[in-house]
């Protein structure tokens, strides 16, 4: 079964540093969504994106957040000065329908000291 | 803002038996998600409910959604251990599509 992929697994940052997160979504998919997931916390929406722009971001992407599809492939997260409260597992998702069911990825567990 | 509250939070049961995991949400929707986690690992989606009345089942779960009441449940019959995980609901924003706003979920463990 087709699956969206995300790199690294862990990642472990030095507070102020730029992170990228990466996710492969599921080929055929359209819409694709950022969500995070504070430890013992629910998991929480970050952004959504479709047709090469961001559909909606909550209060948590601010300016330090940003998105892009570099190809048609890939679609990235990056934090451009990480703080402490970024710690949190980031999951990738992506669906091809705005109202289907949405695959999420395995994670990647992002670590700021 | 849309509020998703479900309990109960934490819920220890004996295999065997059965339970029911509520769901409510505070503003109209007719499109909500069971997902269960596992510990450290990602969201698997268990079931897409998109009409008031909706009901669905797979195994020994068995998922159904009134959106009159905003209240979905999520009924575990004849509990097993395999069972046991942290089980999400989400609800869309009728605004916007798969902007999911989860409740805190409920973690399950099932004792033999």
């Known amino acids: 079964e087709p699956e969206v992929t995300q790199t690294p697994s862990h990642q472990v940052t030095q507070m102020g540093q730029e992170v990228i997160l990466r996710c492969v979504p599921i080929s055929n998919h359209l819409y694709f969504y950022w969500y995070r997931q504070i430890l013992g916390q629910k998991v929480e929406f970050l952004v959504s994106f479709y047709n090469n722009e961001i559909s909606e971001k909550s209060e948590i992407f601010d300016d330090q957040f940003s998105v892009e599809r570099p190809d048609g492939s890939n679609f990235t997260l990056k934090i451009r000065s990480t703080k402490l409260e970024d710690s949190a597992m980031y999951f990738c998702a992506s669906t091809r329908d705005s109202n289907g069911k949405l695959f999420f990825g395995s994670g990647t567990q992002l670590s700021v000291l | 803002e849309l509020k998703v509250e479900q309990n109960p939070l934490f819920l220890s049961m004996q295999e065997g038996k059965n339970y029911t995991i509520y769901c409510n949400y505070s503003t109209t929707s007719d499109r909500l998600y069971w997902y269960r986690q596992d510990p450290g690992k990602s969201l698997e989606s268990l079931f897409v409910?998109?009409?008031?009345?909706a009901v669905k089942q797979e195994g020994r779960l068995m998922a159904s959604l009134d959106t009159k009441a905003r209240l979905s449940t999520l009924h575990i019959t004849a509990a097993v251990h395999d069972l046991s995980a942290t089980y999400f609901c989400?609800?869309?924003?009728?605004?916007?599509?798969?902007?999911?706003?989860f409740g805190e979920g409920t973690q399950l463990t099932v004792n033999p």
């Open positions: 989400a609800v869309d924003h009728e605004t916007s599509g798969s902007r999911l706003t």
């Open positions: 409910l998109l009409s008031n009345g």
